[in-house]
């Protein structure tokens, strides 16, 4: 298991996740001493989200014109 000072960990978080296998752990260290351990999950996971806009339609009996929260996203972030 690879070992990390906090103090480096809060300053290049992102650069040591990347650095991580699937299901390796990284320990956390202050002042040699294991504080936290930080696993990278065996497969990643997407988000969903709920349906607003069909929830609002119900809600309103079909009353609502609007745009689902997925399409705003797609729309704020672009399709990665």
Do not use: Y
Not at 5 to 21: E, G
Not at 27 to 48: D, G, Q, W
Request: charged share 30%.
């Amino acid at each position: 298991m690879k070992t990390i000072p906090i103090m480096k960990a809060q300053h290049n978080l992102s650069k040591v996740l990347r650095s991580l296998a699937p299901g390796e752990r990284v320990a956390i260290t202050r002042n040699k001493k294991i504080v936290a351990e930080l696993v990278v999950p065996l497969e990643h996971k997407s988000l969903e989200f709920p349906d607003f806009a069909a929830r609002a339609q119900a809600t309103w009996d079909g009353g609502w014109r609007g745009t689902s929260s997925q399409d705003l996203l797609e729309e704020t972030r672009g399709h990665r």
